[in-house]
């Protein structure tokens, strides 16, 4: 039994090295990792793989060494005996030494050439040691290939599905890997762990402001009327009914202005339609006596539109530095879009993201892996066209539920990220 390092450029190119090497049978897969070849004092490397192992087929040609300077090192590879699952690393470094120093008695353990090879040695004991994730063929593991299969099929970014897997093969050892209900309990735990809730700090002074910004067809109107009447009816997550207004700068779309009326009117909640600064500067402050909430509409625009988005941010500086802003975006945008979208808002400083129309889209690795490499949470999540009904504080549980391909233990995930319904959003 012989022991191999390879190298190349990607994995398939380093897998051809080693079959056409060792053949296709009696080759086994240790290990792999990414490393970087190449280049001249760190500049220029490029990025590669290093894929571990060992074979029964022949004695490995690396085994003898050359020594630039001093001749031949007979030191040949760690040669398993008969019955022997690993090799004694400690024996066999002792016979290295003995054998470089029979072929030149000058040489001392400092020699570079005698160091690399010790080096190599304690780095394949630390392999042999760690999780395995290649079958013995050379190809991924199926439980990792099917966890790949339902990430990518749930639209998860493809950063996000590379960053499970590594945990997977790092975390999980070979016989923990064919229990494949065990590895996908526990990725959905990862992925329960990477969705972040918003937290609201309580809040003492009147009026409340929430400012909803994001772009165009998101819902924002919609939302912002399914706030108001959450608020003005009072629920279990909204806590004790408030009084509430609504204003709206979305004075140019065409229906807007009667959309909103026609929510207020049904809710008897006032609104409010403003165009600039100074209008929405004396709006609040008649408000600020009389009510405890207001909610702030504000016009679409588009993530790549920064002239009318920093027009809108001067306007809604009229709200004051006490003022909430959330984003919203859609459930069916894709993951480079919500990206975008999100890095275009930040100049609003939202605080946290509201995601709507989650009834349109069957798949949500788009949003949760989107918000999770952004560092961004979630407050509420919108589902249907119903006031007030279809409008729910996020949760970790409805996330993991809507994913397709996994066989939720909803009992276990509850227990995992419990909902804790005595919060409100508004405190007395």
Known sequence: MEYFIEQALTYTECLNKIRLKYGEKGVTILSHKNIRMGGVFGLFAKDGVEITGYTSNKVI??????????????????????????????????????????????????????????????????????PVSISSSGEEHESISRIRDILMHNDFSPSYVQRILERIKKEFPLNKLNDFTSVQ??????????????????????????????????????????????????????????????????????????????????????????????????TIALYSEEVELILVDTIGRSPRDSVNLGKMRQILDACGTEAETYLTVSAAAKVGDLKEIMRQFEPFSYQAVIITKLDETTRVGNVISSLSELGKSIFYITDGQNVPKNIQKATVVRFLTNLEGFQVNRAKIEERFPNDESEQLWRK
């Open 185 to 282: 309990d526990t990725v959905l735990e990862w992925v329960g762990e990477s969705i972040t809730l918003f937290k609201e700090a309580e809040f003492h002074r009147r009026p409340r402001i929430m400012v909803l910004v994001g772009p165009t067809g998101v819902g924002k109107t919609t939302t912002i009327a399914k706030l108001a009447a959450v608020f003005r009816i009072g629920t279990s997550a909204a806590g004790r009914p408030v009084s509430v207004r609504m204003i709206t700068i979305d004075a140019y779309r065409i229906g807007a202005k009667q959309q909103l009326e026609s929510f207020g009117n049904i809710m008897q909640i006032p609104v409010s339609f403003v165009d600039n600064h100074e209008d929405l500067r004396k």
């Open 61 to 130: 040609k690396a085994g003898d060494f050359q020594h630039q300077e001093s001749g031949v090192l007979p030191a040949a590879m760690p040669k398993e005996e008969s019955g022997r699952n690993a090799p004694d690393f400690e024996e066999e470094k002792r016979k290295l030494l003995e054998a470089a120093n029979r072929a030149n008695p000058n040489v001392s353990r400092s020699d570079p050439t005698l160091q690399k090879i010790l080096v190599e040695m304690q780095e394949l004991k630390d392999r042999l040691g760690a």
